[in-house]
């Protein structure tokens, strides 16, 4: 997700910090060329000129804060109005205190609208609410399956009811969720391949009929300015209360994002960030900023973590690490962990300084599925004592999981050298503890970090080996100083 873009400003930003002198003529260069960066991103061309007008605005004649650096600034107030430009953030949703929250769901054909309205309805779920799934789109004839399918999978009712016309069928439908206890109403609305009078008079009518508390338009991110025309033209004939972006996984420009909100005056209340049907995610311009600008995300770097790692397996884990007793089945299950967190590209392209070096990188992700298919051909034994992996247990494990022999012993390297990795961990572990507190710290230290760390070179040998260490760099010195007396 938005490689194109975050790798032109990696570039940009790093000649105007680390350019030289930062001046009034290569501030408007760098502006410049994040301009042009903006605009082949597919963001409205008015929108990029008003972002830069203020962008200029605050950098030239601005006095440095004191102690960053003038090119940090520049980029710093690049990131404040990237995110005024996307509004805040505003994913709540207002439920009616009686009766059922309605909501109604609109957007062209092929903007992944049943798909939403699924996903919608599991979020609120898993929020405890008895949402009702409405399949009012007449116009696309495998709609009404579809929704139906979706429902079905995440154990959501699916109102229908053949020769109806859609704003009856919706009206109806209300009508059964009072009955049915039903906290929540999704309206599935029809779509058209482009916006015309027709699907606007079928949206409107329905609205009138139903009276929603809110009216999502639902928009691809991959169709570009498509996106912002289309929300535009929606925003003008319906009373629309958000925006939600779908495929933003698959968007590499992120031009629709950005110019959303600036030109519907809608907040962007959710994001599609894949197929799967927990793939929507409430919208954070913040968040978003960094990415788009490549520096990362770090805390949707950890809340994918947390739903995927379980808080008592993990301390589980940390203490067989700890006792060195990391084993096969331990691997395992990191494996289907990380497999949890999503695409490996997209969970790199969170963590900050890295997705940005990487963006270009194809990562193959069959590899997670063929070592775990491996480890399942394995008896128990056999994963808590690898060492006793011969050649012929390689055969019957290589055999058993359709895989090669050679297949098996690169995991078995695989697994040792994260077993050896995993061994420093007591180090790493005893070392963060003995770090102070932020707040105990002196601004002294602050500035220099190195003055109150702990020694890095202690982390590279096992306990055991601290001594030989010790006589490997005191017969080095040794050496090298013979070395100089030669010379002499």
């Known amino acids: 997700m938005f490689e194109h873009i975050a790798e032109r400003f990696g ?49 030239i004649g601005e ?70 799934l409405v399949a ?68 409107a009518e329905i609205h009138a009929r139903t009276k929603p508390h809110q009216t999502y338009l639902v928009v691809d991110a991959m ?10 033209a929606f925003n003008d004939r319906l009373p629309l209360d958000g925006v939600v972006v779908t495929k933003l996984d698959g968007d590499a420009r992120g031009g629709a994002i950005v110019s959303l909100r600036a030109v519907t005056g809608k907040p962007i209340k959710f994001v599609g960030m894949g197929e799967k049907l927990d793939a929507l995610q409430p919208f954070h311009p913040d968040r978003m900023a960094r990415r788009i600008l490549g520096m990362g995300d770090i805390l949707s770097f ?57 963006s270009g990188m194809n990562v193959d992700e069959s590899i997670f599925r063929k070592y775990s298919s491996i480890i399942s051909s394995m008896t128990g034994h056999e994963r808590g004592r690898p060492d006793l992996i011969d050649m012929s247990r390689r055969r ?24 050896k990795m995993m061994g420093k961990f007591g180090d790493i572990k005893e070392m963060a503890g003995k770090l102070p507190d932020k707040e105990d710290l002196t601004p002294e230290q602050l500035a220099n970090p190195g003055s109150f760390m702990p020694n890095p070179n202690r982390l590279f040998a096992k306990r055991e080996d601290k001594d030989a260490l010790k006589r490997y ?11 100089k007396a030669n010379r002499k």
């Open 11 to 59: 570039s940009i930003f790093d000649k105007l910090r680390y350019g030289g002198k930062l001046t009034e003529d290569n501030i408007r260069d760098g502006l410049r060329d994040v301009r042009r960066a903006l605009l082949e991103a597919d963001v409205n061309v008015q929108v990029v000129r008003d972002f830069i007008d203020r962008v200029t605005a605050k950098s």
């Open 63 to 132: 006095d440095v804060t004191k102690g960053v650096q003038p090119g940090q600034q520049v980029v710093q107030f690049v990131h404040d109005e990237l995110i005024a430009l996307m509004g805040e953030p505003d994913s709540e949703i207002p439920f009616a205190k009686t009766g059922p929250t309605v909501i109604l769901m609109a957007g062209l054909q092929g903007s992944g609208k049943t798909t939403t309205c699924a996903k919608l309805a599991r979020l609120l779920r898993e929020n405890g609410k008895r949402p009702l």
């Open 136 to 203: 009012a789109d007449l116009q696309r004839p495998a709609a009404i399956e579809q929704l139906k399918v979706l429902g079905g999978q995440i154990s959501v009712p699916v109102f229908h009811e053949a020769g109806l016309k859609a704003p009856e069928l919706c009206a109806r439908a209300l009508a059964l969720a009072e009955v049915d206890n039903r906290d929540v109403v999704i309206l599935d609305t029809a779509g058209r391949l482009h916006v015309d009078d027709e699907l606007m008079a079928e949206v």
């Open 223 to 232: 169709t570009g300015q498509d996106a912002v025309t289309s929300a535009k």
């Open 302 to 358: 950890v809340e994918k973590a947390q739903t995927a790692v379980d808080e008592k397996e993990a301390k589980k884990l940390e203490d067989k690490i700890l006792k060195n007793k990391f084993d096969l089945a331990d691997f395992q299950s990191q494996l289907q962990a990380i497999q949890k967190m999503g695409s490996i590209k997209d969970i790199i392209g969170l963590i900050p300084g890295i997705g940005a070096k990487f």
């Open 396 to 419: 019957r494990i290589a055999h058993g999981s359709g895989t090669s022999t050679n297949d098996v012993q690169a995991l078995l390297k695989h697994f040792e050298a994260m077993k």
């Open 473 to 483: 760099r005191a017969e080095r010195k040794k050496k090298a100083k013979l070395k």
